[in-house]
T-cell receptor, first 113, second 112 residues
């Protein structure tokens, strides 16, 4: 059982480049999330989606974009990468809102130089 | 504004001892309080969770204590083992908000 799958695992970007972090889940979950994790700062919500075609901003959305064309996929787009976006990114999913287990992928390590 | 405050930032416990991690929240609309465990290079995984209608929940060696009036909850790991060495995050959700609000994490080391 795959759960939440993220690619790539590691990536180095140059300042100003763009890239997409891919995320797919096979649990037929309605809710999907993108978090970033910085050392000593916990996880902060970037964007989330409550279903196909619906996305909304989290706590730290600037510099990112998302789309949700299918239930399974929730890619995160970084436009014009900046050093402040160096972080570990986690995609996650849950069956519905709050009070349900949120399942995380294994993370994508991104360095912007 | 940090809505969930976690302490300590790091903790060293001897094997067989009790590990205690504390969290405090501000939003009284929160109604779900999970703890996540994260090993290096992996994503967080749900360890145990509690709702505010109970004051304690126990699963094996892991116990959550919840104090609604004080807006605090804590994780107790009994008979701590080296395999418990990880980063632990408390979190909260509810009140119409989507997703989880996380504490900053506690790096736990169990010395053999």
């Amino acid at each position: 059982n795959a759960g939440v799958t993220q690619t790539p695992k590691f990536r180095i970007l140059k300042i100003g480049q763009s890239m997409t972090l891919q995320c797919t889940q096979d649990m037929n979950h309605n809710y999907m999330y993108w978090y970033r994790q910085d050392p000593g700062m916990g996880l902060k919500l970037i964007y989330y989606s409550v279903g196909a075609g619906i996305t909304d901003k989290g706590e730290v959305p600037n510099g990112y974009n998302v789309s949700r064309s299918t239930t399974e996929d929730f890619p995160l787009r970084l436009e014009l990468a900046a050093p402040s976006q160096t972080s570990v990114y986690f995609c996650a999913s849950s069956r519905d809102r709050g009070g349900n287990t949120i399942y995380f992928g294994e993370g994508s390590w991104l360095t912007v130089v | 504004q940090q809505q969930v405050k976690q302490s300590p930032q790091s903790l060293i416990v001897q094997k067989g001892g009790i590990s205690i991690i504390n969290c405090a929240y501000e939003n009284t609309a929160f109604d779900y309080f999970p703890w996540y465990q994260q090993f290096p290079g992996k994503g967080p995984a749900l360890l145990i969770a509690i709702r505010p209608d109970v004051s304690e929940k126990k699963e094996g060696r892991f116990t959550i204590s919840f104090n609604k009036s004080a807006k605090q909850f804590s994780l107790h790991i009994m008979d701590s083992q080296p395999g418990d060495s990880a980063t632990y995050f408390c979190a909260a959700s509810g009140g119409g908000a989507d997703g989880l609000t996380f504490g900053k994490g506690t790096h736990l080391i169990i010395q053999p």
